[in-house]
C-alpha cells in the first residue's frame, strides 16, 4: 500500500493519492482542489486511477472533483446523505469568493460497512456523521483516512449548516475504539495515531465533550 498527500486550495486540505503497489490501480480521496494538477500525479507515476473516494461533501474536500473527471473517467463515491452539502458547493464558493468548477453528483453511494477494494486492498466504510450527515471514514491496513471527523488535538467543527454536536460525539467514540495503533490521516493538518488522540485529545480522553451527559 503506497499513500501520498497533497495539501491543496484555500483552506489547506490534505488530498490522498492511495495505491496498490503490485496492480497500480489507485484513488483520490477527497480531491479538494487543483484537480488538473492532480490528474497530473496519476499520469506521472503511470497508475491506474478508478475512482474517487469523499468523505463527505464540503466544498474543501470536492473541489478537485470536475477537474479529475475530466481527465478520468471514474467513478465517485459518496454517502447519499451529503448530496444537499454537494449541491450548494456553489453558493459556498461565492460566499466564500472562491473558483469552483461544478461537476457531475457522484454516482456511487457509501453506505455503513461496505467493502472498497483497491487491487488486493480492501477498506472498511464507517458512517461518522456530525461534521456532516453523510460523512466517512475509510478503514484499512492500520489506517483510518477520517476525513474532518478527528484530527491532531482536535475535532471537527459542529457549527455549520448540516452539523450536529451529539452525532459527531458518538462518532468520536467509535473512532476511538479503533486500536491504538490505527494511523490517522485527517482531512486538514499533521498525521497522528488513535492511541496519541485518546491520550492528548481533550474530546477522546473524556476531558471535554460536545454534549453534556
Request: glycine content about 10%.
Amino acid at each position: 500500500m503506497n499513500i501520498a498527500v497533497f495539501v491543496v486550495g484555500a483552506f489547506q486540505e490534505n488530498t490522498y493519492l492511495l495505491w496498490d503497489a503490485a496492480s497500480g490501480e489507485a484513488v483520490f480521496v477527497d480531491p479538494g482542489d487543483d484537480g488538473d494538477a492532480l490528474a497530473d500525479v496519476v499520469r506521472a507515476r503511470e497508475l491506474n486511477l478508478s475512482a474517487i473516494w469523499l468523505t463527505h461533501a464540503h466544498i474543501d474536500h470536492i473541489g478537485g472533483v470536475a477537474g479529475l473527471k475530466r481527465h478520468f473517467d471514474v467513478p465517485v463515491f459518496m454517502h447519499p446523505l451529503d448530496e444537499p452539502l454537494y449541491k450548494r458547493a456553489p453558493d459556498v464558493a461565492e460566499m466564500y469568493q472562491l473558483p469552483y468548477e461544478e461537476g457531475p453528483l457522484p454516482d456511487r453511494t457509501l453506505s455503513e460497512g461496505d467493502t472498497l477494494r483497491i487491487g488486493s486492498l480492501a477498506f472498511r466504510v464507517m458512517h461518522v456523521p456530525g461534521h456532516a450527515p453523510g460523512h466517512v471514514a475509510f478503514v484499512g491496513h492500520g489506517v483510518v483516512f477520517g476525513g474532518d471527523c478527528l484530527f491532531a488535538g482536535s475535532i471537527g467543527r459542529t457549527d455549520l449548516p448540516f452539523a450536529d454536536p451529539s452525532q459527531l460525539d458518538a462518532s468520536l467514540e467509535r473512532l476511538a475504539a479503533l486500536p491504538p495503533e490505527t494511523r490517522v490521516l485527517p482531512g486538514h493538518g499533521p498525521e497522528t495515531t488513535i492511541a496519541r488522540e485518546r491520550l492528548s485529545n481533550p474530546f477522546l480522553n473524556g476531558t471535554a465533550r460536545l454534549i453534556s451527559r
